[in-house]
């Protein structure tokens, strides 16, 4: 059984942060220790919510616990999402060590959540230490596409750019990059396209763009759970990245026909496992 430690906000009403990672990485096989940042009642895209950070110390503290009963070298994987405080980036890092000193072969998968252009946007010290900081101590990193802009300080615009922008953040660290949300000016205006580049192969894939009033929040972090999981699972990047958009696609796709604005998660639980439509990746660089 594969564990990952999974740091993300908790929403008690819907599903964003670890509210949608962890039941898919438990809907897969993989165990999973949930670490919230926050405790939120809903995600911000409501406009309204309360609930407050967790203290950056307890973090720390909650995983030195962990250490103390002896199953820190279970954990397989370190997982990271939205962060509500700089010292919570601060803290992960210590986290990462903390395992990685005690199981090496453990990876850190950072979902650099900075927000897009148009909806969230985190605050600067947060987005300071993702840039400057976090490639350095990730193994793999997974930016949307404005994200991966300030990971690399320039506009991107297609894919052959988006690979070698990830390539320009992976000799900072990371050895392999999965872009969630890819904007390509040559792709059709009803595409959804990812992007998954490590040092030697890039692949690239499509499903539909399904029209919503206000997209889903959530859907990015429901995509590193998804190809964490199938990862730990063994599959390779291609596989493990057909899995990912396949299931996701499911996840959304089931929201859209049921009229919801919060991913149907639960209803769409079955997509997760075995998704019913596939999309083959075409391989787009050689490295």
Known sequence: MKNVLSIQSHVVFGHAGN???VFPMRRLGVNVWPLNTVQFSNHTQYGHWTGSAVDATQL???VEGIGAIGVLPRCDAVLSGYLGTPAHAEAIV???????????RAWYFCDPVMGTTTGYRAEPGIQTWLVEHMPEVADAMAPNHSELQRLAGRVIETVDEAVAACREVM???PRLMLVKHLLDRNSQADRFNMLVVTQH???VAQRPLYPFARQPVGVGDLTSAVFVARTLLGDSVRSAFEHT??????????TWDAGRYELELIAAQDEIARPSDWFDAWRVDQG
């Open 19 to 21: 509210s949608a990672a």
């Open 60 to 62: 720390q503290d909650i």
């Open 94 to 104: 210590e986290i990462v060590r903390a395992v990685k000193a005690v199981n090496p």
């Open 171 to 173: 000799r900072r660290g």
């Open 201 to 203: 192969e890039a692949w």
């Open 245 to 254: 958009l396949a299931a996701v696609n499911g996840v959304v796709k089931a």
